[in-house]
């Protein structure tokens, strides 16, 4: 069988080359550490070597629970290492939806650090502890023994096929039941190589992980280990203990989803905390307010970027660079499509569209995920004749800046008019009295839908529910403006942070 590049060789190539660079760097109440790609990459070694002896059948499936930790991190390389198919168990999940995801995938191996033990109920997996490995005598091994055990080991190289799997990673829920995404070897390098042409990394790169390793943030490592940069690890994460770190760190790349961004233009410090160190501070998960953007640019040290995908086909399919996004024609797009991706229009009879046109935004190329896991119907619903279908209206202009409008489902049609969400939570997000907000349609006997919101306010809040109705009907049509804002301290949102339009829709459907 013909050797094919695997996604950790990136990091193994950088070990090889920059032994002596340093790898990670730990900061934290009760640590501050470095590692050298040359130890790191010996304890990867050792622990995917010892992940073969407990489990020598390829490509049989790790679950790894955990928050952001370099154990952590160690059990993520090491996995891959191994030959082993991720399964990332975010801990921020209930504990019947991890269970439910581990009855699924069957995982022969689960990593899980202390903090997590109560996370997920009784398994026939091999439990190998992490972080701080006191777990209640649940755990089969640990970490730390099993690197001292195996230590100078090297893990058996097994052939692989390139649409073999590397991860089986669930969607989050926000559009329906969460669906096992199955990702490749070959997503995974389209995805490498994406992230290093769209962002340009170098060895000078230094990742704050802030946002959840389950998530959008692991994308980010292999690409920035390929060209000797360096993962850094901090406490637990909060607006203000990520600008903190920003600074003492000298972090030049963050990953964070636009709600933390929002909170972090709240916090006391953002117009004192040094951040001239950044160089990519990258928005993801969701579309970021324009208006935002404007405000946050400066701020950011002019480093803001952003970029557009699902867990179908992660994270860099359409790509906005700081300096294409510091024009203000740009400020409401995700930017352009990128280097291993295709990207059409569609109408609803499945013929793609000319630029300007709305339409569903559909994805085609290496990054597109192979199917959903055991769900062959579901898969044949979402890729036709080669394109993803994300759910996602949208359009393209004449320059190839592709602007996202909403989720299919979440259009309200009241009174035979179509109103984007987006459209009118960019407008009342403009308000100086609200943080975030989310708007939805729910059902109304003389117009079919009326339009909703739900809102967020600044903690010296000086407006009310008629001021701000009133604020959004004197900048867009009457129709699109909400007939009801409710007003609450928190509003729904996912273990990653992300509002769920549903939710809310739920939430104050009575209210």
């Not at 352009?336 to 295709?342: A, E, F, N, Q, Y």
């Given at each position: 069988?013909p050797?094919?590049?695997l996604?950790?060789d990136?990091f193994?190539?950088?070990?090889a080359?920059?032994?002596?660079?340093?790898?990670?760097e730990?900061s934290?109440?009760n640590?501050?550490?470095?590692?050298s790609?040359?130890?790191?990459?010996n304890?990867?070694n050792?622990?995917?070597?010892?992940?073969?002896?407990?489990d020598?059948?390829?490509?049989?499936?790790?679950?790894?629970c955990?928050y952001?930790?370099?154990?952590?991190?160690?059990g993520?390389?090491?996995?891959?290492a191994?030959?082993?198919?991720w399964?990332?168990?975010?801990p921020?999940?209930?504990?019947s939806?991890l269970?439910?995801i581990?009855d699924?995938t069957?995982p022969?191996?689960i990593?899980f650090?202390?903090?997590?033990?109560?996370k997920?109920g009784l398994v026939?997996?091999?439990l190998?502890?992490?972080?701080d490995?006191k777990?209640?005598g649940?755990?089969n091994?640990?970490?730390?023994t099993l690197?001292k055990?195996?230590?100078g080991s090297?893990?058996?190289?097994?052939?692989?096929n390139?649409?073999d799997?590397?991860?089986i990673?669930?969607?989050?829920?926000?559009?329906?039941?969460p669906?096992?995404?199955?990702?490749?070897?070959?997503?995974?390098?389209?995805?490498i190589a994406?992230?290093?042409?769209?962002?340009?990394?170098?060895?000078?790169d230094?990742?704050?992980?802030?946002a959840?390793?389950?998530?959008g943030a692991?994308?980010?490592?292999l690409?920035?280990?390929?060209v000797g940069g360096?993962?850094?690890?901090?406490?637990q994460p909060?607006?203000?203990?990520?600008?903190?770190a920003i600074?003492?760190?000298?972090?030049?790349?963050?990953f964070?989803p636009?709600?933390?961004?929002?909170?972090m233009?709240?916090?006391d410090?953002?117009?004192?905390?040094?951040?001239s160190?950044?160089?990519h501070?990258?928005i993801?998960g969701?579309?970021?307010?324009?208006?935002?953007?404007?405000?946050?640019m400066?701020?950011?040290?002019?480093?803001m970027e952003?970029?557009?995908g699902?867990?179908?086909?992660?994270?860099?399919?359409?790509?906005?660079?700081?300096d294409?996004?510091?024009?203000?024609k740009n400020?409401?797009s995700?930017?352009?499509?990128?280097?291993?991706?295709?990207?059409?229009?569609?109408?609803?009879?499945?013929?793609?569209?000319?630029?300007?046109q709305d339409?569903?935004?559909?994805?085609a190329?290496?990054l597109?995920?192979?199917?959903?896991?055991?769900?062959p119907d579901?898969?044949?619903?979402?890729?036709?004749?080669g394109w993803?279908?994300t759910?996602?209206?949208?359009?393209?202009?004449?320059?190839?800046?592709?602007?996202?409008?909403?989720?299919?489902r979440?259009?309200?049609?009241?009174?035979?008019?179509?109103?984007?969400?987006n459209?009118?939570?960019?407008?009342?997000?403009q308000?100086?009295?609200v943080?975030?907000?989310?708007?939805?349609?729910?059902?109304?006997?003389?117009?079919?839908?009326?339009v909703?919101a739900?809102?967020?306010l600044?903690?010296?809040?000086?407006?009310?529910?008629?001021?701000?109705?009133?604020?959004?009907k004197?900048?867009?049509?009457?129709?699109?403006?909400p007939k009801?804002?409710?007003?609450?301290?928190?509003?729904?949102?996912?273990?990653v942070?992300?509002?769920?339009r549903?939710e809310a829709k739920?939430?104050?459907?009575?209210?």
């Open positions: 069988m050797q094919t590049m996604p950790i990136n193994f190539r950088a070990a080359c920059w032994p002596e660079r340093t790898a990670v730990i934290t109440e640590e501050e550490r470095k590692i790609y040359y130890d790191l990459a304890q990867v050792a622990l995917a070597a010892a992940i073969q002896a407990v020598p059948e390829p490509q049989s499936r790790v679950g790894i955990a952001n930790s370099f154990e952590h991190l160690l993520w390389l090491a996995t891959y191994a030959g082993k198919v399964v990332p168990l975010n921020r999940n209930g504990r939806e269970d439910r581990i699924l069957e022969s191996i990593i650090d202390a903090d997590c033990d109560k997920f026939s997996a091999h190998l502890a992490g972080k490995g777990t209640a649940r755990s091994s640990n970490m730390a690197i055990d195996y230590a090297i893990p058996l190289r097994q052939p692989v390139a649409d799997l590397q991860a990673k669930f969607t989050g829920g926000s559009s329906g039941t669906k096992g995404v199955m990702q490749t070897y070959r997503v995974f390098n389209s995805c994406s992230m290093l042409s769209a962002f340009g990394f170098d060895c000078d230094r990742h704050l992980l802030a959840p390793m389950t998530h692991n994308t980010m490592i690409p920035i280990f390929a360096t993962q850094l690890f901090m406490g909060s607006p203000s203990t990520i600008l903190d600074e003492s760190m000298r972090a030049t790349a963050i964070v636009p709600t933390v961004c929002y909170m233009l709240e916090e410090q953002i117009g004192v905390a040094d951040l160190s950044l160089r501070f990258i993801g969701a579309t970021i307010r324009p208006d935002v953007v404007a405000l946050a400066p701020i950011f040290n002019n480093s952003t970029c557009f699902q867990t179908e086909v992660p994270q860099i399919a359409i790509c906005m660079r700081a294409d996004w510091q024009d203000p400020y409401a995700t930017g352009r499509v990128t280097c291993m991706t295709k990207i059409g229009i569609m109408d609803m009879a499945g013929n793609l569209l000319p630029a300007g339409g569903e935004i559909v994805l190329g290496d597109v995920m192979k199917g959903y896991f055991e769900m579901k898969t044949a619903e979402t890729i036709i004749d993803l279908h759910g996602d209206i949208g359009y393209i202009d004449d320059r190839g800046f592709v602007f996202v409008k909403d989720r299919i979440d259009v309200v049609i009241t009174g035979g008019f179509n109103v984007y969400p459209d009118v939570e960019v407008v009342l997000g308000h100086p009295d943080i975030e907000c989310v708007v939805f349609g729910l059902p109304d006997d003389k117009w079919g839908e009326t909703h739900a809102v967020e600044v903690k010296q809040a000086n407006t009310d529910e008629v001021a701000l109705i009133a604020f959004v004197s900048r867009l049509d009457s129709v699109k403006a009801r804002i409710h007003i609450t301290n928190k509003l729904p949102r996912s273990p942070g992300k509002i769920l549903r739920v939430k104050f459907s009575n209210s």
